[in-house]
């Protein structure tokens, strides 16, 4: 059942309740003045009696004409007087007429004639019942202009809802450009600029998320390059080195002074082997951490950073971080090496300062640089979309605001349960 039909369901309800309690106080005092009107009607009764054995001729047919309550019947002579009483007929005069009428009075006149007066409560009836047809009259048709009334205030509205209907359809079918035109009506106006500005927000967020998995898809397809020039450019050639010095061992075997020479040379070319896959390896994934807690694995970042980069560093962390799961540490990890990644490529910064610390079942994490800082842009990059990504997988918090001349500053604040177990459940 529709909102229109339930209205008028109720408004018909009240109204037909309102009329029943209007119609019984009616017939109530209907049948009060049916009453009266009978026993005066007696008393009329009793005096015609009395006046016309008096004065018969006081009594004449153009004088007892028009009596109300009171029916008189001339008899000619010789016409037997009978009993007459009023027939209950409808539903109205069985509930108003008494139990009992007053019995019907003859009185013989001196030409021989009969007068029979008897009480007769029709015309009063007949009142009560005109009464009875106003009020249903005047109840029905102020029931229908309110029915009216009510669709004509609640069209405008069931107008707005079936265009939400139709807008939330359209919606669901991915055509979020849809929009709800403007309305009169203030709450029109409401929930239509509600509407528009969510359906812009889901917009806005697909289109952020259509740049981010581009974002993404690129910057997968530079780490691939990245990693294959790296196997090919570095670790390529001194592979190729350490083959060409073992060749080159097996045609010198017999002059000891080169085999020593070339020896160190290949001694050489493993450590920057090594140290070319332990630099891809903690790239791709820090190692570390299978090891280390955070705070251990923060000083090595910050160690190696600071040498890699030559920016100073300070790091300073509370003693009472707990022991995190392997995966809340992968992502505070992560976080933090794209932020000092952030400032060695953007903030010309000359130092860093990193803080890390527990504040009532919370861990914060502050990072600020003195360099030359500049505004947040309107959009993103895929570098502060992948912090805040972390951030919300933490459900934790992550503000990051450059100011020009100051610097940025990076905060997270996240929400902390100490968890000294090492076994990640998504691996």
Known sequence: MSALWRISLLVSLFFSLVAAVCLAVLLRQASQDVSRELAAAGAVLSYLSDVAERDPAALQPELTRHLRHVQVRWLGPGVPSREVRPQRSTWLETLLY??????????????????????????????????????????????????????????PALGVLNELLAAFGQVSHGRLDTRLPSHSLLEAQQLSGHFNRMVSALEYTRRENDDLTRSLLELQERERTQLAQALHDDLGQYLAGIRAQACLLQAIKDQPQLVSTTARTLDDHCEQLQDGFRRLTRE????????????????????????????????????????LALNKKEQLYRLLQESLTNVARHACASFVFIRLRMNGGRLRLLVRD???????????????????????TLNGRLVARGRAGYGWVVYLDIPIRESCSNEDPSR
């Open 370 to 392: 003195n360099g030359h800082g500049h505004d947040a842009p309107g959009r993103l990059g895929i570098g502060l979309r992948s912090m805040h990504e972390r951030a919300r």
């Open 284 to 323: 791709l994934y820090p190692v570390m951490l299978d090891y280390l807690e955070l705070p251990e694995a923060i000083q090595l970042l910050a160690e190696q950073w600071q040498s890699a980069q030559g920016i100073k560093l300070r790091v300073q962390i509370d003693r009472r971080i707990p022991c």
């Open 98 to 155: 008494p139990a009992e009428l007053p019995a019907p009075l003859t009185v013989q006149m001196p030409e021989g004639r009969t007068l029979q007066l008897s009480v007769d409560p029709r015309d009063e009836i007949e009142e009560v019942e005109e009464s009875l047809l106003q009020l249903l009259a005047w109840f029905g048709s102020a029931l229908l202009l309110s029915l009216l009334a009510i669709r004509w205030a609640v069209r």
